[in-house]
């Protein structure tokens, strides 16, 4: 069975959900449809594939000591594997190490705002919510991780008020370390999928994948289950300062020009000066890859004091 989310991308290059009008005259937006209008085109689909991981809940059944439980919520509840059915709602990477996830646009973001700023979560319409903070600011125990991991109803309707509105979402980026176990990390990235798929199927967000590694021994778990992406992103903050840094990203970033079919590429950095980043990117460029760079809080601020206005 596939179920289909459909986002409607308007000739004004905004991104819509299926229900939601943009009046041609006025471009106000109108939800559920409440203005009739004929302007939409390029439909894109995110196809998501069912059944995969319903083995799972089956092999645990047989494994159970004791009598079979026919309920499989049970189970699930038993096992705290609760979020298999979120897992379910995709299909495993060729390694069957990551859940697969899809992402296909046709207008990027123009801004992007922390986690911590749930405010400007909507400052405009292609705003993208980000997670570019350390992890305690967004991954305590009241986080949205364990709040999925544990199906915690409270807290998750919580997360559902907090990302009300939101059209695209940079995945988590949960933080890597070098020199630990590698199990460790590659955690990290499965919970970035799982809170992803998450935003994709309750909230209907667009999620863009962030690419994260610790060295380039890691590069291929940074890509697994991502070959579906034409759109990824990165962040460009510490290679700005640190030659090491730069060299590593620029590494990770033609890793993963040269083994996904991507579009684009959207950048996170605190730096107005757009040849900086085109520089460190100019592989990508050089590949057709287009490098967009949305204002954040700490962009701006720097171009103000640039521009020597306070």
């Known amino acids: 069975m596939i179920a289909k989310k459909k986002y409607l991308v308007t000739c004004n290059n905004k991104v819509l959900r299926t229900n939601d009008q943009i009046d041609p005259v006025t471009s106000l937006l109108y939800h559920d449809g409440s203005k009739n209008q004929k302007i939409f085109k390029n439909i894109m689909s995110i196809n998501i594939r069912k059944e995969w991981w319903k083995s799972w809940i089956i ?11 026919r309920n499989v919520d049970d189970i699930e509840r038993k096992t705290r594997l609760g979020f298999l059915k979120i897992l379910n709602t995709t299909t495993p990477s060729k390694s069957g190490r990551m859940p697969n996830l899809r992402c296909d646009l046709e207008v990027y973001p123009d801004y992007l705002a922390l ?7 909507t400052k405009t319409l292609l705003t993208a919510p980000c997670f570019y903070l350390w992890d305690e600011k967004f991954d305590d125990y009241d986080g949205l991780l364990n709040a999925i991991k544990y199906n915690i109803k409270d807290k998750l309707d919580f997360y559902k008020k907090r990302f009300h509105g939101v059209k695209m979402i940079i ?3 949960y933080s890597l370390v070098g020199n630990i176990y590698s199990t460790i990390n590659e955690g990290r990235i499965f919970d970035s999928r799982l809170v992803s798929l998450w935003f994709t199927n309750e909230l209907g967000i667009i999620v863009i994948p962030n690419m994260t590694y610790t060295d380039e021994s890691s590069f291929p778990m940074m890509i697994d289950g991502l070959d579906e992406c034409k759109v990824v992103c990165f962040s460009a903050m510490s290679c700005l300062t640190d030659k090491e840094d730069r060299d590593k990203l620029e590494k990770a970033i033609k890793y993963t020009v040269d083994h996904l079919k991507l579009n684009a590429i959207i950048v996170y950095t605190s730096t107005p000066n757009d040849d900086k980043i085109n520089d460190i990117f100019k592989y ?3 590949n057709n890859v287009k490098i967009v760079i949305p204002d954040n809080t700490i962009r701006e601020s720097n171009r103000r004091k640039l521009n020597g206005k306070s």
């Open 59 to 69: 092999d645990l059944n047989h494994q159970s000591t004791g009598a079979h439980m």
């Open 115 to 121: 986690y911590n700023e749930p405010g400007k979560y």
């Open 284 to 286: 990508a460029i050089e």
């Open 171 to 173: 995945s988590p980026d």
